[in-house]
């Protein structure tokens, strides 16, 4: 997969594709439907698939002190569409700029003078421009007036009747309820980044911990989780089982909200390294013990009982 930070001065093979246009935060199977009809036209027309989406998420431009939210950081996202097959990934760059940009200025610089393109994807509830004055009917509109196709997807539900939706992902994962967001996104869902020094003091109890701070990701239900734990190994990812708690530690004093991972029967050394944490079931809320030789204990059983859990597991893939 091609990607680009612009939409202007693309080489002419990266213009004329069949564009997906949306967020696609977390890439759920909502958003896995709109992607894989842009491809089924690309087939069909002999042109390139390729998604555009918009990065920082609108929701951080404005208003600024919402609570973190993200499902998928850009590194993520981008991985879980080039997964998906597609040749182009074009990424708009929403800023204050951007924000007051017309609906019509959109189509008329980005999408025709800029990707040239040949059809756009969306789905239903697809909004954009200043104000949020686009939708799906202006895109048809002005398809008609500059030549290129249009094609509304409608709303994908699950057997419930429940129509797929970044909101469904969040409120599983803020339920405690990992299960259910990866029913939704199709694979569990993940927190990545690089593994930083903490205050090693798991590692005095026989349990040492790869430390990933949470930034934007959206904040899960706060406690213990059984998790598949990914290193990046060249071009691959190695995966483990391992035991993690996702919170501020009240046992420790902790204040930072951060992913503390256990990795079992492992003892490298991972700091500095990318780590991809799968949450694969809750097992506990996060709370404080009497004394750390009381936590010491309760670690314990977390790692036994992940085991347990793990054990009936598919394998990960990358």
Known sequence: MRLFRHTADLPEDARGAVVALGNFDGVHRGHQAVIATAQRIARDLGAPSAVMTFEPHPRSVFP?????????????KARHIEALGVDLLFVCHFDESFLHKTADAFIEEDLVAGLGVRHVVCGYDFLFGHGRGGDPALLRQAGAAHGFGVTEVGPVADDADGVYSSTRVRDALVAGNPREAARLLGSPWEIEGRVEHG?????????PTANVELADYLRPAFGVYAVRTGVDQGAGTVWRNGVANLGRRPTVGGTVERLETHILDFDGDLYGQ?????????????RKFGSFNE?????????????????????SED
């Not at 609570?67 to 850009?74: D, E, N, Q, V, W």
């Not at 205050?199 to 349990?207: A, L, P, S, V």
């Open 295 to 315: 936590l010491k204990d309760q670690i314990v059983q977390d790692a036994a009982a992940a085991r347990a859990v793990l054990a009936k597991e598919p394998r």
């Open 199 to 207: 205050d090693h003091k798991g590692r005095t109890i026989g349990f």
């Open 64 to 76: 600024p002190d919402d609570a973190p939210f993200r499902l998928s950081p850009f590194r993520v």
């Open 274 to 286: 990318h780590l991809r944490v799968q949450l694969i079931e809750f097992l506990r809320p996060e």
